[in-house]
């Protein structure tokens, strides 16, 4: 009897086992087998260089429209007694020309000095400084020029800017100025001319001290 039992229980038991490995079989077979998926890799823009544009050059004079061949290029400084003056710009425009009779509008220039025989308004921009340990100035108090712009061998006298004369200092028509020591000032100034130019110069004559520069000299210097 007892080995009966012990057969119908190994019987079972191998039952059992089948059955068991037969269902996990059938588990494996339904789980669906998970690819690993390669990282994508993410393309990374090109980063675009744009080029650097290149500043186009400052126009400091148009001396070119008379064939003249300049011997320094602006801006040029000179000095004497102290006083530094540059001379940043010099542009030549006919006095019936559109920016000309606008700056003479705009500052109050008298149109007396540009009618005939004058020929070109000129409009200079200019830096003036004290390098002294005095007070350098052009007003009520001292009223001598300090410097010329000089064509052809004429010293140009710059007209008073009717608009502006009454202010010191001023930055967009000179007329009246003060500087102390270690100041600095930027403005402009007109003069005129009856012909076109061969010889421009700039002079400084201060304190008993003189500098000249010449930005066309005469053919054959």
Known sequence: MKKRVVEATLVAA????????????????????????????????????????????????????????KDLELPVTISAGGLTYTLEKLMFYDVKSKEAQSLMKMYGYTDDIYKTPTKY??????????????????????????????????????????????????KEALWNWV????????????????????VISIYVNLGGEFEEKYIVKRPGE
């Open 14 to 69: 191998m039952l059992f086992s089948v059955v068991l490995g037969q269902g996990v079989v059938a588990k494996a077979e339904t789980v669906t087998s998970v690819v690993t998926a390669k990282p994508t890799t993410s393309a990374v823009p090109t980063a675009t260089v744009k080029p650097i544009a290149t500043p186009a050059p400052i126009m400091r004079d148009n001396l070119f429209k008379f064939g003249l061949k």
């Open 179 to 198: 500087l102390k020591p270690g100041e600095k000032l930027s403005s402009y100034q007109m003069y005129g001319y009856i012909k076109d130019p061969s």
């Open 121 to 170: 308004m000129i409009w200079t921009k200019i830096t003036i400084g004290n390098k002294g340990s005095k007070v350098i100035q052009v007003s009520a108090k001292d009223s001598i020029a300090k410097w010329m712009l000089k064509v052809d061998g004429y010293n140009l006298i710059t007209p008073s800017p009717r608009n502006k004369m009454l202010e010191l200092n001023n």
